[in-house]
């Protein structure tokens, strides 16, 4: 992803929101391709406390133990690499209007636009892709968008609370998975989190 337009200069990011746009880039990352040996390290040191948050931070944790990078990358390609015979697809389009390239995914693009964020020209998978949303989510949160005060709780609202919980779900439950089964846990919980957030704030 590309911002062209970047925080303001004084802009304060407090602490809650540097955490939140950290589980937005974390997941991003996961679902964007396979983590290497050095992420998976990191993952075993996550936080842990007895928070929802910090219980599925466990659940990852140890499924990175457990794991190699050759394990997660064979489970990566068996979940997303292809449309055909793939285990889900995290696309926006699919989970509300049946479909790839749909109407969902022009929503998102027209969003974009005036915040001067456009898909990187390496990246091919198109912007409703759960990767990406994630991704733009975390440069809300954490500032490295510019945009107006309010501007990440609008978006998810808009394009991620229709769909994305029911994404990770079905991610949880894919049988054939072990490490994403954890990340599916995550998104889950964190979602779960943020739209409860939201709710109280509105």
Same mark, same amino acid.
Request: glycine share 8%; hydrophobic share 45%.
């Given at each position: 992803?590309?911002?062209?337009?970047?925080?303001?200069?004084?802009?304060?990011?407090?602490?809650?929101?540097?955490?939140?746009?950290?589980?937005?880039?974390?997941?991003?990352?996961?679902?964007?391709?396979?983590?290497?040996?050095?992420?998976?390290?990191?993952?075993?040191?996550?936080?842990?406390?007895?928070?929802?948050?910090?219980?599925?931070?466990?659940?990852?944790?140890?499924?990175?133990?457990?794991?190699?990078?050759?394990?997660?990358?064979?489970?990566?390609?068996?979940?997303?690499?292809?449309? #055909?015979?793939?285990?889900?697809?995290?696309?926006?389009?699919?989970?509300?209007?049946?479909?790839?390239?749909?109407?969902?995914?022009?929503?998102?693009?027209?969003?974009?636009?005036?915040?001067?964020?456009?898909?990187?020209? #390496?990246?091919? #998978?198109?912007?409703?892709?759960?990767?990406?949303?994630?991704?733009?989510?975390?440069?809300?949160?954490?500032?490295?968008?510019?945009?107006?005060?309010?501007?990440?709780?609008?978006?998810?609202?808009?394009?991620?609370?229709?769909?994305?919980?029911?994404?990770?779900?079905?991610?949880?439950?894919?049988?054939?998975?072990?490490?994403?089964?954890?990340?599916?846990?995550?998104?889950?919980?964190?979602?779960?989190?943020?739209?409860?957030?939201?709710?109280?704030?509105?």
């Amino acid at each position: 992803m590309d911002a062209s337009s970047r925080n303001l200069p004084g802009r304060s990011i407090d602490e809650v929101d540097r955490a939140r746009a950290r589980e937005y880039a974390l997941l991003a990352t996961l679902l964007s391709h396979s983590p290497d040996a050095q992420l998976l390290s990191g993952l075993a040191g996550l936080h842990i406390d007895n928070s929802p948050i910090g219980l599925a931070h466990a659940a990852l944790a140890e499924a990175a133990r457990q794991a190699t990078e050759e394990s997660v990358a064979h489970e990566y390609v068996a979940l997303f690499g292809g449309l #055909e015979g793939c285990a889900l697809l995290p696309y926006a389009s699919h989970y509300l209007a049946d479909t790839l390239y749909g109407r969902p995914l022009a929503r998102i693009r027209e969003m974009l636009q005036p915040l001067g964020v456009e898909k990187a020209p #390496e990246r091919i #998978e198109p912007e409703d892709h759960a990767s990406f949303l994630c991704e733009v989510m975390a440069g809300l949160v954490g500032g490295d968008i510019f945009a107006p005060d309010g501007a990440d709780r609008i978006f998810f609202e808009e394009h991620l609370a229709s769909w994305i919980r029911r994404f990770f779900v079905d991610l949880e439950g894919t049988k054939s998975a072990s490490f994403y089964r954890s990340v599916g846990i995550l998104g889950r919980t964190f979602i779960d989190v943020e739209t409860h957030a939201f709710t109280l704030s509105g």
